[in-house]
């Protein structure tokens, strides 16, 4: 069966770092658009960002607005892993962390904007809370 499983979550004071983990398993994980997601307690679950077959071909959600340079989605087939890097943490961040795997072109998963649908592999989540 096809597995995304997410580690590297926990509990950081305002203005710490993180770095969230996800392995693939039994997917084509090197040719897969695989992206971050997040839902915050009580709110929908949303986009964070997006990396198509290569390190240069990322996507943030919000044109990064949100972010503001402190995320980094990156990746190494070598591993099947997608990594998040998240620095300068704030409240605002406190969510289930989500990784996903789609098979949406390398075009569509970089230049399609926020919502480009066809993520149909999930993972459990990691738990990311910040507080002081």
């Known amino acids: 069966d096809e597995q995304l499983v997410e580690s590297g979550g926990g509990l950081v004071q305002p203005g710490g770092s993180l770095r969230l983990s996800c392995v693939g398993s039994?997917?084509?994980?090197?040719?897969?658009?695989m992206g971050w997601f997040r839902q915050p307690p009580g709110k929908e679950r949303e986009g964070v960002a997006r990396?198509?077959?290569?390190?240069?071909?990322?996507?943030?959600?919000g044109k990064g607005v949100f972010t503001k340079g402190r995320f980094t989605i990156s990746r190494d087939n070598d591993k099947n892993t997608i990594y998040l890097q998240m620095n300068n943490l704030n409240p605002e961040d406190t969510a289930m962390y989500y990784c996903?795997?789609?098979?949406?072109?390398?075009?569509?998963?970089?230049?399609?904007?926020?919502?480009?649908?066809?993520?149909?592999?999930w993972g459990q989540g990691t738990q990311v809370t910040v507080s002081s």
């Open positions: 996903a795997a789609s098979r949406v072109s390398g075009w569509r998963c970089v230049f399609g904007g926020d919502n480009i649908g066809g993520f149909g592999y």
């Open positions: 039994n997917i084509t994980f090197s040719t897969s658009c």
């Open positions: 990396i198509g077959t290569s390190n240069s071909a990322t996507y943030y959600a």
